[in-house]
């Protein structure tokens, strides 16, 4: 029984004291005021809509519910107003935070609530869009310190700390590629298929992987298909998509995706064969140079004694000239050197 009244108390309480301000025109009116300065117009309507009709103040409260809903909508527009200042600048927290006032005097306002959504999953993009733009940076930012560091390791060819330095780089590649394996993976997913193919050839280009390779390559079949669908369903298609695949084997060149450059030139081949001539010079000059520097990266990293992680820059070049006889023999050097060593171990 004590629960009970416990329980019913604040209810009785509450009903007692909208009886008194019922009973007390004057006093509901002055409420009433005070709830619309401090913006709490949904308590104040809720208060003249409990007014009956037969209440001696009716005439003169009724006609305000009017009057304060059109200050809500007022307000309402007001909070949506700022907010939308300090989205203009980027700054969405500035924007949830005048959106978190307004919902503290309108907690049900569906505009309000709907409007702090979109700010909250803006400012969630915000930060993700940020993050993946420094993944990026520091990519870029290793590979354009790789001749240094390969120079500095060069200069000390004894220098065990260099080695260790080295290894220590090697390692940050490996961390930044796997990161920038998941930034392509949801830029994907996001279909933004541009940065999708920077960021896993920026993956690749640091350290090989298979996750950003077989999805880069999964990337560039499937517009491939589309691409080959379309000729196949209009012939004229076919000369409408040599610009467009123009564009993209510079895009690949930008990005240094080279085995990408080579299959987008098969394609232009098959449409145009005197375009693709006047393309090929250029790109065979681009994997001249990247296997000639990565052959050179791998001695080197040979005669330091790195010798599965200049077998993997050899693999890397073999991609690019599968034919190589002198990528090939270095290959085939090293395998056996290695497992030598694996049997004179056992």
């Known amino acids: 029984m004590r629960l009970i009244c416990s329980l019913l108390l604040p209810s009785l309480l509450m009903i007692g004291g909208c009886s008194t301000l019922l009973s007390q025109g004057g006093d509901l009116t002055t409420q009433v005021d005070g709830w619309v300065a401090e913006h709490r117009y949904n308590r104040a309507l809720d208060a003249l809509r409990a007014v009956p009709p037969d209440h001696p103040g009716f005439n003169s409260l ?46 049900d306002a ?40 390969e120079q500095l390791l060069q200069a000390s060819p004894d220098g065990f700390f260099a080695q260790q330095r080295y290894r220590a780089y090697q390692q940050e590649l490996n961390q930044v590629s796997r990161g920038l394996y998941a930034v392509g993976r949801q830029s994907l997913y996001e279909n933004d298929s541009e940065t999708a193919i920077e960021a896993l050839t920026l993956s690749n280009q ?51 995706d080279l085995i990408g450059a080579r299959r987008l030139l098969g394609e232009i081949q098959e449409i145009d064969a005197d375009v693709s001539s006047t393309l090929q010079p250029q790109l065979q000059r681009r994997i001249d140079a990247q296997a000639a520097a990565l052959l050179e990266r791998g001695r080197l990293l040979y005669g330091q004694g790195l010798l599965q992680e200049a077998l993997a820059v050899w693999r890397e070049a073999l991609q690019l000239k599968p034919d190589d006889p002198e990528i090939l023999a270095a290959i085939e050097r090293t395998e056996t050197f290695l497992e030598n060593l694996k049997n004179w171990g056992e």
């Open 206 to 256: 640091l350290a090989p992987n298979d996750l950003s390779e077989d999805l880069l390559f999964n990337i560039r079949q499937a517009q491939r298909d589309e691409r080959q669908q379309q000729r196949q369903q209009q012939a004229a298609a076919a000369k409408q998509q040599l610009p467009q695949l123009q564009a993209q084997f510079e895009q690949s060149l930008r990005f240094n």
């Open 110 to 149: 569906p505009e309000l609530i709907s409007q702090r959504q979109a700010y909250e999953q803006r400012r969630l993009h915000s930060i993700q869009l940020s993050q993946r733009a420094i993944a990026m940076e520091y990519g870029r930012y290793l590979l354009a310190t790789r001749p240094s560091e």
């Open 62 to 107: 009724a006609p305000r519910i009017a009057e304060i809903e059109s200050q809500r909508g007022d307000y309402i527009e007001q909070q949506l107003e700022r907010a939308a200042e300090f989205e203009a600048d980027g700054d969405w927290p500035g924007a949830i935070e005048v959106m978190d006032e307004a919902l503290d005097h309108l907690p």
